[in-house]
């Protein structure tokens, strides 16, 4: 048993949710993680009991223990709720969110990916200061948004994925943008992201990419990236494009972290249509679990969960549907817990 027990908050989320949450929480007990649990709800079943998709005690939770792991929740189209991880990021200040993408599942049309995409998520053009505009005589003919970079947000976030990459081994950090054609709005994310870099001289190379180019080699060559670091609307599609490189967000595990607290993720959906049927895939929130250890000091459970992984899909060949297997959730998490 770990010595010391850290809090943290533990939200199921929806749909398929409890079922993945039930698979992470069993192998993190079978390593002895040192997590202590606060069961919180969100999403479609925090509505019903509390009216609010992200409730205040949740928000009280994770403001206390400052560490949260999080199923999939649904925020429902149009009923006037904002958006969970849009509350979430700018309620604790969740300024970097971090993606991994590494390929688990080999054959595949790419294998050994290995890259991090870092990607801005407070500012940006998901600040989204959006207007209508008269244009002729239709007074809405006209969509305005705005967004803002600030010198100190950029400053951040690049800061931050050099940080990752020394912590981690990574040997390049490149910073994706779009300053050619938005030369102050993107050029401010570059100016800084020099700025930088030039302290990392001699530690972690660096190199500019602009985004379409990135985007393009990134299905040409992902094997030339190492750590990406871009602004919020490159990062956000950027991030889903990386995931689709290693078999879609089934396998993509997500983090968002600021000074005071840090929410890990399964980035893909509720899946309300498989819901209940022990079917659904764990693989990205038992990866985002293991992000969530190396986060707090446990890089050797990190470690060991993730050879699991590799052992289990790599070698043993046990898949969920969603890779092309037929194993269910128990199975899986059976196959898991053998291997640990």
């Keep these: 048993m770990a010595d010391h027990m850290i809090p943290a908050t533990l939200i199921e989320g929806d749909g398929i949710g409890p079922e993945i949450t039930a698979s992470v929480v069993e192998i993190l007990a079978k390593i002895g993680a040192p997590f202590e649990w606060d069961h919180q709800s969100g999403g479609l079943g925090a509505i019903e009991k509390f009216g609010a998709p992200l409730p205040q005690p949740t928000l009280d939770s994770i403001r206390k223990t400052g560490l949260a792991l999080k199923g999939p929740l ?3 189209v149009g009923a006037g709720f904002k958006s969970v991880n849009v509350t979430m990021r700018q309620e604790f200040g969740l ?5 991994p993408t590494r390929t688990v599942v080999p054959g595949g049309r790419f294998d050994k990916v290995d890259l991090v995409v870092v990607r801005e998520n407070i500012e940006g053009l998901y600040a989204a200061m959006e207007h209508y505009l008269p244009d002729g005589d239709d007074p809405k003919g ?37 300053a050619n054609i938005l030369k102050i709005f993107s050029g401010i994310f570059l100016e800084e992201g020099r700025k930088v870099a030039k302290e990392y001289e001699g ?24 750590v990406i670091v871009t602004t919020n609307l490159f990062g956000d599609i ?6 689709g490189l290693v078999g879609g967000l ?3 595990p997500g983090a968002n972290i600021g000074p005071n607290a840090a929410i890990f993720e399964a980035v893909h959906g509720s ?10 895939n764990p693989l990205a929130m038992l990866m985002a679990a293991s992000m969530m250890l190396a986060h707090v000091g446990r890089q050797d459970l990190s470690t060991r969960v993730d050879n699991a992984i590799d052992r289990v899909i790599r070698v043993e060949g046990v898949r969920t549907r969603d890779l092309g297997g037929e194993t269910g959730t128990a199975e899986l998490t059976k196959a898991l817990l053998a291997a640990l």
């Design 74 to 76: 649904t925020t429902p």
């Design 95 to 99: 300024y970097a969110n971090l993606r």
């Design 142 to 178: 006209l969509a305005y948004g705005a967004g803002f970079n600030s010198r100190r947000e950029c400053a951040r976030i690049v800061r931050f994925a050099f940080d990752y990459a020394v912590a981690n081994g990574r040997k390049k950090v490149t910073l994706v943008h779009k």
């Design 203 to 226: 530690k972690v190379a660096v190199e500019e990419r602009i985004v379409d180019a990135c985007a393009m080699q990134l299905v040409t060559d992902p094997w030339q990236y190492d």
């Design 238 to 243: 950027l991030s889903d494009l990386t995931a």
């Design 250 to 252: 089934g396998m993509a």
């Design 271 to 280: 899946a309300p249509d498989i819901a209940g049927k022990g079917v659904a």
